[in-house]
């Protein structure tokens, strides 16, 4: 069974700019939770998706917005790119319940110049 | 201070020995998490738990509910065992907080 695929892997964009990044989830797995990692504020959850509804938001600024499909693909908007979104963009999927573990992708490196 | 603490921070150890992280949280919980990730950022679910204790080869992860505690431990320690642990809450079904993570560095 194929893993957690993110696309693209690597982008490069300017402050102003606008991002959209993919998260493709394992087969089956109807839940997607998106987390951000950066140096000084570490892991940061983001948002979660199920069955298309975002059921959870982190807190981050309305910059930050998803959504997902019918077949369980997401994806992630950032607009008005700030440097400080310079970041490792995860997702992760699992099942479908609140008890199952999640998978993590490989994950988006943005860079923000 | 963070809903999540982890500590040691940072550790070093020689091949062979057992090692102990800990994760103190502060939040009601419906599970804890121990991740590892490796250079190049790539995680991997270790551990899912929500009482008692789980191993896994030479991991074995414990919580402790009433105390808020959980620790990871590794047995016979290995230089492939190198990485970033982190542990992480899920206050609500859907939802983690991190801890800033363990770097673990095991020298041949």
């Known amino acids: 069974k194929a893993g957690v695929t993110q696309t693209p892997r690597y982008l490069i964009k300017t402050r102003g700019q606008q991002v959209t990044l993919s998260c493709s989830p394992i087969s089956g797995h109807r839940s997607v939770s998106w987390y951000q990692q950066t140096p000084g504020q570490g892991l940061q959850f983001l948002f979660e998706y199920f069955s298309e509804t975002q059921r959870n938001k982190g807190n981050f600024p309305g910059r930050f917005s998803g959504r997902q499909f019918s077949n369980s693909r997401s994806e992630m908007n950032v607009s008005t790119l700030e440097l400080g979104d310079s970041a490792l963009y995860l997702c992760?999927?699992?099942?479908?319940?609140?008890?199952?573990?999640?998978?993590f992708g490989p994950g988006t490196r943005l860079t923000v110049l | 201070k963070n809903e999540v603490e982890q500590s040691p921070q940072n550790l070093t150890a020689q091949e062979g020995e057992f090692i102990t992280i800990n994760c103190s949280y502060s939040v009601g919980i419906s599970a804890l998490h121990w991740l590892q990730q490796h250079p190049g950022g790539g995680i991997v679910s270790l551990f899912m738990l929500s009482s008692g204790k789980k191993k896994h080869g030479r991991l074995i992860a414990t919580i402790n509910i009433q105390e808020k505690h959980s620790s990871l431990h590794i047995t016979a320690s290995h230089p492939r065992d190198s990485a970033v642990y982190i542990c992480a809450a899920s206050p609500s079904a859907q939802k983690l907080v991190f801890g800033q993570g363990t770097r673990l560095t095991i020298n041949p």
């Open positions: 992760a999927s699992r099942l479908q319940g609140t008890d199952n573990e999640q998978f």
